[in-house]
C-alpha cells in the first residue's frame, strides 16, 4: 500500500477527488450540449438561446468544480467508486434537465428531471405527449443522453480524463458496468475504454448510413442512429417506427438493436481472434435461443388469434418487437397490445430477462438467468446423486458461492423494486396492469408502455412523486441496483477500510 497517505485519508471517503472529477464530467456535458445550440440556430423557433445558457452554466459549473476540489490525495477507492458512479448520473441529469425546462417544451422540475434521467439511463420513457412539437435541437438533445448513457457516463469519461487512470479507475469500471463480469479488453482500462467506444461510434455511423438510405432526413436518421445503438428508444414521432411504416427501417433497426443486446467485448474479441469464438459464447448463444424461442411463441399468438395480415405481421413484425422488447429499446411499430394477452405476458419476460451483460441493454441479463438455470440444475443433480462435485460454468469460467449469492440477491431485489414501484402507483389510484408495466419499465430501462402508457401515450400521466420515485428506479436499474442501494447502507458512510 502507498505510504505517502495516512490512514485516515484512505478510511474516508474522498469527497475532494469525487468533486474533481464531477467537474470534468460536467465539462465533458456542456460539449455535448453545442450540436443541439448549433442545431436551434437554423430553426425559425429554436431554442438556440437556452441551450447556449445552459451550456455556459454547466462548463462553468465543471470549470469551479474542477478548480476549487484542490484534493491532497487522487486515489479513488471502492466506495468512492460507487459514491461517484451515482452521484454522477444524478448531477449529469440535473444539468440535463435543464433544457427540457427552458426550451419550448417548457417541462416542470420533475418532469424534465424524469426525462433527464429516462434518457441517460436508456430507458426511453418520456412525459413529452407530442415530440413533434418540440424543436430539433431539443429531440437531438434527447437522443444524445441516451447515446451518452448507452456505454456508460463514466466509461466515457475514463477514455479522455487521465487523472482516472489508476486503481481508482477499475473501480468506476466495476461501478457502473453491468453483468455478472466485467471483461478488460487491454492493461490500461482507458484503452479498453477506447476500444469499446471506438465500436459504439462505428456502429452509429453505419446505422445512421442506412437509415438514411431509408425514408428517414438525415437529422432523423441522426437522432434514431443515437437512440437505437444505445437501445434508448427515443423517437422523433409521436407514434414511432410505426409513422414510417417501412420494412427497411425496422429490418435494419431489428440488426442493430439485436447488436446493441451483445457484449461489446465479446465482439470486439471476436473480431481479434475469429467470429466463432462469438457462437462458442454461452450467453450470446442463450440470447439466439431465447429470441427464437419468443418468436416461435408470438407468431403462433398472432396467427392464434387472427392476427395475421400479410408476411410482416409473421416476420417483421414480431422480431422486431421481441429484439426491441429483449434489448430494452422500447422502439414500437405498431399497436403491438392488440396481439392478445399472451403476447402481452411474452413481453413481461422479454423486459424481465434482457440481454446480454457489456451491451447497452436494461433487464435482469441473459447472464444472471443462466446462471440460475444452471444452478438449478447442480442442485437437482447433487439430490440425484450427492457424492459428485457440480459446480456451475458459464463461458468456461467457474461462477463461486460469493459470485452466486451476489446474482440471487440481484435477482430478489429486482423484482421487489417492479413490486413496490408498481404499488406506489397502484395507491395513487391508477389501474394495476398500467402501474405495474410501468414500474417495471422503468426498473429495467425498457421504456415500453402498455394502456395509458402504450405506444401513443406518455408517462406525463405520473404525478411529481410518481415521476420522481420512477426516475429513481431508472437510476437503480441503470446502475444494477447494488451499487445505488449501497448509499443507503449506514455503514457505508462510516469510516473504515
Same mark, same amino acid.
Given at each position: 500500500?502507498?505510504?505517502?497517505?495516512?490512514?485516515?485519508?484512505?478510511?474516508?471517503?474522498? &469527497?475532494?477527488?469525487?468533486?474533481?472529477?464531477?467537474?470534468?464530467?460536467?465539462?465533458?456535458?456542456? @460539449? +455535448?450540449?453545442? *450540436?443541439?445550440?448549433?442545431?436551434?440556430?437554423?430553426?425559425?423557433?429554436?431554442?438556440?438561446?437556452?441551450?447556449?445558457?445552459?451550456?455556459?452554466?454547466?462548463?462553468?459549473?465543471?470549470?469551479?468544480?474542477?478548480?476549487?476540489?484542490? *484534493?491532497?490525495?487522487?486515489?479513488?477507492?471502492?466506495?468512492?467508486?460507487?459514491?461517484?458512479?451515482?452521484?454522477?448520473?444524478?448531477?449529469?441529469? #440535473?444539468?440535463?434537465?435543464?433544457?427540457?425546462?427552458?426550451?419550448?417544451?417548457?417541462?416542470?422540475?420533475?418532469?424534465?428531471?424524469?426525462?433527464?434521467?429516462?434518457?441517460?439511463?436508456?430507458?426511453?420513457?418520456?412525459?413529452?405527449?407530442?415530440?413533434?412539437?418540440?424543436?430539433? =435541437?431539443?429531440?437531438?438533445?434527447? #437522443?444524445?443522453?441516451?447515446?451518452? =448513457?448507452? !456505454?456508460?457516463?463514466?466509461?466515457?469519461?475514463?477514455?479522455?480524463?487521465?487523472?482516472?487512470?489508476?486503481?481508482?479507475? !477499475?473501480?468506476? +469500471?466495476?461501478?457502473?458496468?453491468?453483468?455478472?463480469?466485467? /471483461?478488460?479488453?487491454?492493461?490500461?482500462?482507458?484503452?479498453?475504454?477506447?476500444?469499446?467506444?471506438?465500436?459504439?461510434?462505428?456502429?452509429?455511423?453505419?446505422?445512421?448510413?442506412?437509415?438514411?438510405?431509408?425514408?428517414?432526413?438525415?437529422?432523423?436518421?441522426?437522432?434514431?442512429?443515437? #437512440?437505437?445503438?444505445?437501445?434508448?428508444?427515443?423517437?422523433?414521432?409521436?407514434?414511432?417506427?410505426?409513422?414510417?411504416?417501412?420494412?427497411?427501417?425496422?429490418?435494419? @433497426?431489428?440488426?442493430?438493436?439485436?447488436?446493441?443486446?451483445?457484449?461489446?467485448?465479446?465482439?470486439?474479441?471476436?473480431?481479434?481472434?475469429?467470429?466463432?469464438?462469438?457462437?462458442?459464447? /454461452?450467453?450470446?448463444?442463450? &440470447? $439466439?435461443?431465447?429470441?427464437?424461442?419468443?418468436?416461435?411463441?408470438?407468431?403462433?399468438?398472432?396467427?392464434?388469434?387472427?392476427?395475421?395480415?400479410?408476411?410482416?405481421?409473421?416476420?417483421? /413484425?414480431?422480431?422486431?418487437?421481441? $429484439?426491441?422488447?429483449?434489448?430494452?429499446?422500447?422502439?414500437?411499430?405498431?399497436?403491438?397490445?392488440?396481439?392478445?394477452?399472451?403476447?402481452?405476458?411474452?413481453?413481461?419476460?422479454?423486459? &424481465?430477462?434482457?440481454?446480454?451483460?457489456?451491451?447497452?441493454?436494461?433487464?435482469?441479463?441473459?447472464?444472471?438467468?443462466?446462471?440460475?438455470?444452471?444452478?438449478?440444475?447442480?442442485? $437437482?443433480?447433487?439430490?440425484?446423486?450427492?457424492?459428485? @462435485?457440480?459446480?456451475?460454468?458459464?463461458?468456461?469460467?467457474?461462477?463461486?458461492?460469493?459470485?452466486?449469492?451476489?446474482?440471487?440477491?440481484?435477482?430478489?431485489?429486482?423484482?421487489? !423494486?417492479?413490486?413496490?414501484?408498481?404499488?406506489?402507483?397502484?395507491?395513487?389510484?391508477?389501474?394495476?396492469?398500467?402501474?405495474?408495466?410501468?414500474?417495471?419499465?422503468?426498473?429495467?430501462?425498457?421504456?415500453? =408502455?402498455?394502456?395509458?402508457?402504450?405506444?401513443? =401515450?406518455? +408517462?406525463?400521466?405520473? *404525478?411529481?412523486?410518481?415521476?420522481?420515485?420512477?426516475?429513481?428506479?431508472? @437510476?437503480?436499474?441503470?446502475?444494477?441496483?447494488?451499487?445505488?442501494? #449501497?448509499?443507503?447502507?449506514?455503514?457505508?458512510?462510516?469510516?473504515?477500510?
Amino acid at each position: 500500500m502507498n505510504q505517502l497517505y495516512s490512514k485516515t485519508e484512505y478510511s474516508s471517503i474522498n &469527497y475532494r477527488m469525487i468533486a474533481k472529477v464531477l467537474g470534468q464530467m460536467l465539462m465533458v456535458e456542456s @460539449l +455535448f450540449m453545442l *450540436p443541439p445550440t448549433l442545431l436551434c440556430l437554423s430553426e425559425e423557433a429554436g431554442d438556440w438561446l437556452p441551450f447556449a445558457i445552459v451550456a455556459l452554466i454547466t462548463l462553468l459549473s465543471g470549470i469551479a468544480l474542477n478548480t476549487w476540489s484542490h *484534493p491532497t490525495n487522487r486515489v479513488l477507492k471502492r466506495r468512492d467508486g460507487m459514491l461517484l458512479a451515482s452521484v454522477t448520473w444524478i448531477i449529469f441529469s #440535473a444539468f440535463g434537465m435543464l433544457p427540457f425546462i427552458f426550451s419550448s417544451a417548457h417541462l416542470n422540475v420533475s418532469e424534465a428531471f424524469f426525462e433527464a434521467m429516462s434518457g441517460f439511463t436508456t430507458t426511453g420513457a418520456t412525459v413529452i405527449r407530442d415530440v413533434e412539437s418540440c424543436s430539433q =435541437g431539443l429531440l437531438l438533445w434527447r #437522443a444524445l443522453t441516451q447515446w451518452i =448513457g448507452g !456505454l456508460g457516463i463514466i466509461l466515457f469519461t475514463l477514455t479522455f480524463i487521465p487523472a482516472l487512470n489508476n486503481s481508482g479507475s !477499475l473501480m468506476l +469500471f466495476h461501478a457502473e458496468s453491468t453483468g455478472i463480469t466485467h /471483461d478488460k479488453l487491454a492493461a490500461r482500462l482507458s484503452r479498453t475504454a477506447k476500444m469499446l467506444w471506438g465500436l459504439y461510434i462505428l456502429f452509429t455511423i453505419v446505422l445512421m448510413l442506412l437509415l438514411y438510405c431509408g425514408p428517414m432526413s438525415l437529422y432523423e436518421s441522426v437522432c434514431h442512429a443515437l #437512440a437505437c445503438i444505445s437501445t434508448g428508444g427515443y423517437s422523433t414521432q409521436n407514434e414511432g417506427i410505426a409513422a414510417y411504416d417501412s420494412a427497411y427501417l425496422k429490418s435494419v @433497426l431489428t440488426v442493430f438493436m439485436f447488436i446493441g443486446g451483445v457484449s461489446f467485448s465479446l465482439i470486439i474479441s471476436s473480431v481479434r481472434t475469429t467470429w466463432r469464438a462469438l457462437w462458442h459464447n /454461452d450467453v450470446f448463444r442463450a &440470447y $439466439v435461443y431465447v429470441i427464437g424461442i419468443f418468436y416461435v411463441l408470438m407468431v403462433i399468438a398472432i396467427i392464434g388469434n387472427g392476427h395475421y395480415t400479410g408476411w410482416e405481421s409473421i416476420t417483421i /413484425d414480431p422480431l422486431f418487437h421481441i $429484439v426491441s422488447a429483449m434489448t430494452s429499446t422500447g422502439f414500437s411499430a405498431g399497436n403491438w397490445e392488440g396481439w392478445g394477452i399472451f403476447v402481452l405476458t411474452l413481453t413481461f419476460f422479454m423486459m &424481465y430477462i434482457g440481454a446480454c451483460a457489456g451491451s447497452t441493454s436494461g433487464g435482469a441479463k441473459i447472464d444472471r438467468v443462466l446462471y440460475l438455470n444452471k444452478n438449478l440444475t447442480a442442485v $437437482v443433480r447433487k439430490y440425484v446423486r450427492p457424492r459428485l @462435485l457440480h459446480s456451475v460454468n458459464v463461458n468456461g469460467q467457474y461462477v463461486g458461492q460469493e459470485s452466486g449469492n451476489e446474482i440471487i440477491a440481484f435477482i430478489f431485489i429486482y423484482t421487489l !423494486l417492479i413490486v413496490v414501484g408498481g404499488l406506489v402507483l397502484v395507491a395513487q389510484g391508477f389501474p394495476i396492469v398500467d402501474a405495474f408495466f410501468s414500474s417495471f419499465s422503468c426498473v429495467s430501462n425498457n421504456g415500453l =408502455g402498455a394502456g395509458i402508457t402504450g405506444v401513443t =401515450g406518455s +408517462f406525463d400521466f405520473l *404525478p411529481s412523486s410518481g415521476k420522481v420515485i420512477m426516475s429513481f428506479l431508472m @437510476l437503480a436499474g441503470r446502475l444494477e441496483i447494488i451499487t445505488l442501494i #449501497a448509499l443507503f447502507v449506514p455503514s457505508f458512510w462510516k469510516n473504515g477500510r
